[in-house]
């Protein structure tokens, strides 16, 4: 990958091109994003949480971009924007395109002559497309990665190094796989017989939407019979793990190093917070959100917020709490007692 | 690989291969396994779970594996076996063979010249077997991965593509590593001195018996000084750490993202949920399962069920027993304050 | 890798060399090191845990390496040192010296011609170092890694074997990289759209100080637009996830499956066990204890052990903890009400 040195743009041509509105010198030219903490005046910066409201008065950006609450209250130039994140995201992908690759099969790549490679495709040092293989136009495939019998990449798609896509999977259009990721591998299925563990083929797929993107060590296991199922832009950080016939509906987006369990169903736009986990055979609602650390142990039906991490602490007041807890039942029963004893006690003077 | 046309069997051929009682047209021939939910006529389901019984009164399956207690109580061709599970699991082994690979070492494939492969060895493309590794007959290995100086691999092993396996160590017979998985790694072993952490050189190595299977993206460190062991049977889901000097038993079933801490010992027979840990240095005795997200902080002696997940709840509901949990201890103080007034106010009365 | 025959020292080398205080037979030779419970006479063992005080007794060491407070109670000979373990970590580093590789570039190794490549430098099979990268004296580059676009390995680093490096990284000197970790895959940066999620270019980098070890599959993201840094010292363990942005102080020390969610900033000589989780935004103060699967979700500002696991149980006790638990803040209501009624009680009495 050659990086293009970084082009300049001015104010005016970046409202020009991704609209909002602009107030002050329309001719100030910027030719990087910038926090407002380290931005030079050759930068642009955004504010989207007033956590942040304080760097504003000192950041030495020259423009910043900020929502409608704060149109005109600044002596710098500001781009007014409904969504303050969301134009800074289109601003940082017009000052910061992938660079270009050059179209063509390294000659270290081992493509089967049955595999099928579409036109512009860039496929790097010592990628494997195994028999069968389908990568449409315009994808990228990093050095290293492995792209079994009969699966498909969908155009556009851009894999990192040293990813692995099992025989027969599916990804959709524009899909960005990072480093390491695992795509199809066998779900864990096993049968106990006279006490042995018997392997339960997975004979089912990996199938994914459209703008789907898939962070660094993630795995997502093949169906046991039926497919494993990832729906239009769901986003999934690294080192997620999503068990065979899981169904991911679409937009959902999950943090790190969450686990689900097989054959859950998680709804549309949910938002899994860190490390949780979702237990087998479950159904989630659309537009849930699950906190970091919590097991989900029954079906949500209800969109909403559900949490279940324990309240951390110095450890000497947790060993306190936590050595209460662990005869919290018991401490139930006491209170009920007490209760039917001051009632008793009551109804003796009375 | 090739994929095989999938072949059929009539039902008379299943029980006379994997024995079960037919009831109904012998004749029947199926091509697939299938869910009873999705089945067509020429595919094969089953019953192990009496949550999916509705299902059976409206499956389009071709035949049915279920239990003795729904013997004859269907109109459809069944098999009656003791495990339902299990003989789907045999069924499904039957109509779904590994494809078969051909023999021989991929030319792009860097295998020292003493290194020891097989007959009947496969060793896919980018391969890199070092020094002295042995990689005994029927082995499968896939594409870039890497089997370190001294490594051995028992017959008919599987290694997916992009495993690792560090110098020294030694797989069973028949293990199935998926894609991603590192074997072998140094343990964690750092000692402070002058306020600067020292390297402890990792010497052990890992040692796993036969028929294990190791998930995608599992990491399973060399011993300190011993071995780290995985006896006969044992399998690991994904994204699971095994560190160093940890003896995992036989037969012991391990769900994906748990995480193991140094010098532990697991029985056998054990079932451990996903993403739960076992400190470091403790015993855990045969037959033991623990529910997911459970810390086990203290050493288990007995069979049996132990769980540590916070009951997740609405995010509402469980700020209000989050914060009553951080002064439970206190809680416990006032109602244990409470009994002794309400008995002194008793022996006031008398 | 060639692995040298163990080389053997006298007791007498060994303190020459390391320091420390004998007490015996100067002329014994070692060969290894060892564990106590396994040791044989041509091996030294060591004690730095008063829990195998036991084996001390009938361990077959050749010698011993003990704390001040065991000076001369034992007839083996023995090494005393300030701290038995750093000072057996010495020994097992003078015993167990990396095996010498050979510097140069494996033919099969895809080296850009811009790329620099310093003195005595080791490229493995299949290695591939992109445009603009420069990797520094001595370092060792592990079969399949991958060294993206400008990035820098500093100088004497071994990567192990499958490490993806993105582009621009920056490793300092004597880093270890364990095999599937990945340096550098973007951050998780999305913005909600229009009922759509736009990507956040990831343009910072990962800057890692020197002297820093990373287990094997973990996984360190690039900054958003500032840099994810990682000072000096800093180690490690397997399967853990560094978000974009995160700061992590000189010297402290990660247990495996950590994650650490973005901006947050960590302190130096923190130690965070194993499967803890740090949430966003946050700051951790120098010398910080967080215990295993803690999620911390608030700044801590002062040195000290904070901890937040559930306690586990057995399942029948834990169902009743966790059901009473729901249900807390209730019953923190109910004492309350009982201890007014008590105090009423009273009051009416007097």
Redesign the interface.
Known sequence: ???PLPKSFSLAEIVGRLGGELIGDAGIQVR????LE?ATPDTIAFLANE?YLGQLKITRAGAVIVGEQLRASLDMPHIVAA?P??Y???V??LL?PLPAVAAGL?P?A?IHPRAIIGSGVHV???V?V??GAAIAADCRI???S?V???ATIGEGSLL???V?V??GCILGKRA?V???A?IG??G??????E???????Q?GRVVIGD?V?I???T?I?RGA??DTIIED?V?L???I?V?HNVHIGA?T?I???V?I?GSSRIGR?CRIG??S?I?GHLTIADHVEI???????KSVREA????????????R?????????????E??D??RL??Q??QQ?KKGKS
Chains 1, 2, 3 share one sequence.
Request: hydrophobic share 35%.
């Open positions: 990958m050659e990086y990087q994003v910038a926090t380290k956590r969504n994140y969301a800074f995201a289109r940082s992908a910061n390294h270290s081992i790097g040092p010592n494997v195994e028999d990093g050095a290293g492995y079994g019998a009969g990192h190094p040293n692995t099992y025989h960005v990072h480093a390491g695992v591998a066998d864990f299925g096993i049968a106990m017989d006490k042995r563990w018997l392997k339960v083929p004979i703008d993107e962070g660094a060590n795995t296991d019979i039926d832009g986003k950080d690294n080192q793990q068990a937009h987006a943090a790190a190093c686990g369990a736009y860190g490390a986990g237990a906190s970091a650390h919590t097991l989900v142990t909403g917020t559900y949490t279940g991490a324990y309240p951390f602490d110095t450890n007041n947790w060993r306190r709490s936590a050595a209460s807890l662990r005869n919290l039942g401490l139930t006491r209170v007490l209760e004893q001051l006690g």
